[in-house]
Antibody, heavy 114, light 111 residues
Framework: QVQPQQWGAGLLKPSETLSLTCAVS????????WSWIRQPPGKGLEWIGE???????NYNPSLKSRVTISFDTSKNQLSLKLNSVTTADTAVYYC????????WGQGTLVTVSS | QSVLTQPPSASGTPGQRVTISCSGSGSNIGKNYVYWYQQLPGTAPKLLIYRNDQWPSGVPDRFSGSKSGTAASLAISGLRSEDEADYYC????????????FGPGTKVTVL
């Protein structure tokens, strides 16, 4: 199982846009959905949304108005954008296939602070 | 506030059997598969059980999952100190446009 590679800005100010990218293997995307999941410090897991290779997305209703997940087929990269962030969006963000892969990547800590 | 309910904590002594419940509704557990994750301190979650009661490769069969109606449970047999972790259930919810939902998590302590 090849771990996805994630990157993006780790420190944001309130009202800015969170932007993360996750590189996956092409074959791992074919026929599957990839999700973004987050975990605030000391709290539980929250599913943000998912995308498949055709670009079909599903979002958490509580975040839908602020979230965009996209996929660049030429680079096998999925992206997460979350706009108008607040301190409540401080979390470790994971890209994963939660119902498929045993091991997830290391995640990316994003801190929102003024 | 999650649509899935788990007890916040559970505990047992080494060798004991511990069971964690996960309660949902007809739009999630009642219709869809349940998944369980283990998160050891300071690490990323790990898929422990998929499709209600299936083990991914490498997961010991001391962990077992079951589902009945709108509830599911994870049992840990022969509890070991290394099982001390947070455990999350999850399922797809068909309400609204559909979304994946995690339970709030259960902290298992080995006494």
């Amino acid at each position: 199982q090849v771990q996805p590679q994630q990157w993006g800005a780790g420190l944001l100010k309130p009202s800015e846009t969170l932007s993360l990218t996750c590189a996956v293997s092409g074959e791992s995307f074919s026929g599957y959905y990839w999700s973004w999941i987050r975990q605030p410090p000391g709290k539980g897991l929250e599913w943000i949304g998912e995308i498949n290779q055709s670009g079909k997305t599903n979002y958490n209703p509580s975040l839908k108005s602020r979230v965009t997940i996209s996929f660049d087929t030429s680079k096998n990269q999925l992206s997460l954008k979350l706009n108008s962030v607040t301190t409540a969006d401080t979390a470790v963000y994971y890209c994963a296939r939660p119902s498929i892969d045993v091991h997830w990547g290391q995640g990316t800590l994003v801190t929102v602070s003024s | 506030q999650s649509v899935l309910t788990q007890p916040p904590s559970a505990s047992g002594t080494p060798g004991q059997r511990v069971t964690i419940s996960c309660s949902g509704s007809g739009s999630n557990i009642g219709k869809n598969y349940v998944y369980w994750y283990q998160q050891l301190p300071g690490t990323a979650p790990k898929l422990l059980i998929y499709r209600n009661d299936q083990w991914p490769s490498g997961v010991p069969d001391r962990f077992s999952g079951s589902k009945s109606g709108t509830a599911a449970s994870l049992a840990i047999s022969g509890l070991r100190s290394e099982d001390e972790a947070d455990y999350y259930c999850a399922a797809w919810d068909d309400s609204l446009s559909g979304f994946y939902v995690f339970g709030p998590g259960t902290k298992v302590t080995v006494l």
